[in-house]
């Protein structure tokens, strides 16, 4: 035990793969922030979450090909860092994560911990560097990395070169779907006022889930609404499904 990567909680069991720098844990907080747009409105949280997943069609394409990507971080500086590094303004998002399966009631059906690769001892952070600089890859280099994602992984971690210490993670499309929201927080630091904003999907130190603030949006100016329809969706139907399975399982534990 211990703390080994940032956001991962210091008493959380890590496992390593024998000769790879593969590793097995949970109870992460992820942050990933974006800059805020008008068109934002009206979308439910989870739209707005579902969002950050997102094919890999930039700089990184070379790295994870026909793959669907999301960025976060390990703190709210280290992402709003990164987007600093590329131009945004002080109207931000960001959003606060964690591994579903972590929660005392779980909303999906995904018991597995996080696979994380740690890009950092095994080539990855220097290609990363080398793209960020605008250095192509050799194709040994593009092989590399196809072996690498043959482990599955769900996230690969890597230093931020925008904030000192911090760590940032790529996320895989299999990785992204085992998290879940805990916070969105919306503040828009152009506006004379300082306008924000905080809606709460899950609370308390057990990440207690609130289903449906998942419905939830943003209206004018940092105000909250709800999408209705969210409440009548599949994806609601899933999450409440998940919500009482789990919540059974923990009244039986408590009887027994």
């Not at 009631?105 to 996080?114: A, F, G, K, S, V």
Request: net charge neutral.
């Amino acid at each position: 035990m211990g703390e080994f990567f940032k956001s991962n909680n210091y008493l959380r069991t890590i496992y390593k793969h024998k000769n790879l720098p593969v590793y097995v844990t949970d109870e992460f907080d992820f942050y990933r922030c974006v800059e805020f747009n008008e068109s934002f409105y009206g979308k439910s949280v989870y739209d707005l979450h579902a969002g950050n997943l997102r094919e890999c069609t930039g700089r990184y394409s070379k790295l994870f090909p026909n793959q669907r990507i999301s960025y976060w971080a390990d703190s709210p500086d280290t992402s709003r860092a990164e987007i600093k590094k590329h131009g945004a303004s002080n109207n931000i998002i960001t959003f606060w994560a964690y591994d579903d399966a972590t929660s005392t009631i779980p909303i999906t059906d995904n018991d597995e911990q996080l696979i994380i690769i740690d890009g950092r001892k095994c080539g990855v952070q220097e290609l990363i560097d080398k793209i960020d600089n605008g250095i192509s890859l050799t194709l040994s280099e593009e092989n590399m990395m196809k072996c690498i994602l043959e482990q599955k992984p769900d996230c690969l971690v890597y230093d931020s070169r925008a904030y000192k210490g911090g760590e940032n993670y790529i996320f895989l499309e299999k990785g992204f779907k085992k998290l879940a929201v805990r916070q969105l927080r919306l503040r828009l630091g152009n506006r004379s006022a300082k306008n924000s904003q905080t809606i709460v999907c899950a609370d308390t130190s057990d990440y207690m889930p609130l289903v449906k603030n998942y419905g939830c949006c943003l209206e004018p100016i940092a105000r909250v609404g709800v999408k209705r329809e969210f409440l009548e969706s599949e994806q609601y139907k899933y999450y409440m499904k998940n919500y009482d399975i789990s919540a059974d399982k923990l009244r039986s534990a408590f009887r027994d």
